[in-house]
């Protein structure tokens, strides 16, 4: 099992930014991706961001493209999502997850092992 804790969100303006964190424990060796995705009121899980543990390699929703960028930071097991430029309609519950298939692009949910919580982030116009 992987215990996944959010952190980071909040209530933002326009134009503003967010950095959210997600902190790893638990049999975090299996990892190969780890990812975010958020969730409006009503609407679908969706992808945001995905980073290949190993390698660095990341993908993103074109929705977020050029405003968002995801990191990890290996010796501390923890996930980033660094958000500019946020927008009202990027207001959601923002969840990490792990993955441990080996595949790509790993943007949909099912594809993906273990989740978090969430943290809320609101973004005011």
């Known amino acids: 099992q992987v215990q996944l804790v959010e952190s980071g969100g909040g209530l933002v303006q326009a134009g503003g930014s967010l950095r959210l964190s997600c902190a790893a424990s638990?049999?975090?060796?299996?990892?190969?991706?780890m990812g975010w995705f958020r969730q409006a009121p009503g609407q679908e899980r969706e992808f945001v961001a995905v980073i290949i543990w190993s390698n660095e390699w990341a993908g993103y929703a074109d929705s977020v493209k050029g405003r968002f960028t995801i990191s990890r930071d290996g010796a501390k097991n923890t996930l980033y999502l660094q958000m500019n430029s946020l927008k009202p309609d990027d207001t959601a519950l923002y969840y990490c997850t792990v993955s441990r298939l080996r595949s790509w692009p790993l943007t949909r949910a099912h594809q993906y092992d273990y989740w978090g919580q969430g943290t809320q982030v609101t973004v005011s116009s």
């Open positions: 638990g049999r975090t060796d299996s990892t190969y991706a």
